[in-house]
């Protein structure tokens, strides 16, 4: 959210800054009750004062009308779905606190990829996104918003899809009127439009509390059965998030197999939350006495280490994915004929600089992806001619 710059709340014609007023202590407020949820939603990080056109666009089609009102601009990212709807329940909260009489504009454009004769090209996710998406919210279906597969969002190039979440959370527990009044992809990309108006409470539509508890019930069974790596290193990181503490891998009430603690192996921990990667961290080969305390000690780092993440939560526990990777002895390879998206995970080397995929990733279908990203994550360009090596893998869920 970014900060006002105390304009005159009504305007004659003369440009967005000496039409907009910006309703500061509002925007405070969400930031202050997203900070107590601990949710990213402060007015840190901003890299850019400016409007950007997700909200010039709505703005001039809402200033043909309506000038006596103030305005909080929200751009969020970098968060699970689920989080979103959290901001957007802490939205109405405040608004509630403050009386304010609040009108929602998610915008954002649909899918980008919905005709090859596009800027973007064609993907047969794009038009199944956006008749998705035109039916979810054209009938009022918000939590259905929540299930969409990160993958899928992904492959249909959509950019709109966390700012509708957004707006359903501050619609949590409120009965709408659903209208959908159009939708357009003349050129390509998606843009559709609907109406919600509040029409009273309805108990009904909780969806936050109903999604999370379906994914509790889905994953306290999958636990049930879940595999000893993974069980150690969900247990390594339930005690260290919570105390800040670890397993001791002698401690006989664990039952490890004699296999952890007599192997060395290199070893990838993978956390993930409503279908987004949360975490991952590992080794190439072994740096550990032992495969347990490999596991241990990448289970902590995928968890608070990831440079690309906040540290996980105590509330996330209880939702968390996990899956551990143990490593084969790499091996060079001479180019890219010799490696298979699903059963090789890649290394790529440039001098100094190293980077590793795993095989089998969802979203990744290509050697040539698999490829592109193992050279981003070593901050290798694109061009440059690689190193590589492939290695197998024995994945544990």
Do not use: W
């Not at 950007?52 to 006596?68: A, R, V, W």
């Not at 987004?276 to 006495?289: N, Q």
């Amino acid at each position: 959210m970014r900060k006002g710059d105390g304009a005159p709340p009504r305007c004659k014609r003369r440009g967005f800054r000496a039409c907009i007023h910006y309703d500061e202590p509002l925007a405070k407020r969400i930031a202050d009750l997203s900070e107590k949820a601990d949710l990213p939603a402060g007015f840190l990080g901003e890299r850019d004062p400016s409007l950007d056109h997700g909200t010039l666009i709505p703005l001039y089609f809402i200033l043909q009308k309506y000038t006596d009102f103030r305005l909080v601009r929200l751009g969020i990212s970098g968060i699970s779905l689920a989080d979103h709807y959290r901001i957007g329940m802490l939205i109405q909260q405040a608004a509630k606190e403050l009386n304010r009489r609040v009108v929602y504009v998610a915008s954002g454009d649909l899918s980008h990829k919905l005709k090859a004769s596009g800027p973007y090209g064609f993907a047969k996710e794009g038009p199944e996104y956006d008749k998705r998406i035109m039916q979810d919210c054209g009938s009022g279906s918000f939590g259905n918003l929540l299930t969409y597969d990160p993958v899928f969002l992904d492959k249909a190039a959509e950019c709109g899809h966390r700012s509708f979440v957004l707006m359903a959370g501050a619609l949590d527990g409120l009965s709408v009127e659903a209208a959908e009044l159009s939708h357009q992809d003349v050129t390509g990309v998606g843009y559709g439009v609907c109406t919600f108006r509040v029409t009273g409470e309805d108990p009904s539509r909780h969806f936050l509390a109903q999604y999370e508890k379906n994914e509790r019930d889905a994953l306290a069974a999958k636990r049930a059965g879940e595999d000893p790596l993974v069980a150690l290193a969900r247990k390594t990181i339930e005690q260290f998030v919570t105390d800040r503490t670890v397993p001791d891998e002698k401690d006989p009430t664990l039952s490890l197999p004699e296999e952890l603690l007599h192997t060395r192996a290199g070893a990838f921990v993978s956390l993930h939350e409503a279908g987004e990667l949360r975490g991952c961290i590992g080794t190439i080969l072994p740096v550990r006495k032992n495969l347990a305390q490999e596991i241990i000690e990448n289970a902590v780092s995928a968890a608070t280490r990831d440079p690309r993440f906040s540290p996980v939560r105590k509330a996330e526990l209880p939702y968390l994915e996990i899956s551990v990777d143990v490593l084969g002895e790499p091996e060079d390879i001479p180019d890219a004929g010799a490696l298979d998206v699903r059963r090789y995970g890649v290394i790529v080397a440039k001098g100094r600089k190293r980077g590793l995929l795993l095989p089998d990733l969802p979203g990744v279908d290509t050697v040539e992806e698999q490829i592109r990203i193992a050279k981003k994550k070593a901050g290798i360009p694109e061009d440059e001619a690689v190193q590589l090596q492939r290695f197998e893998v024995v994945r544990h869920t």
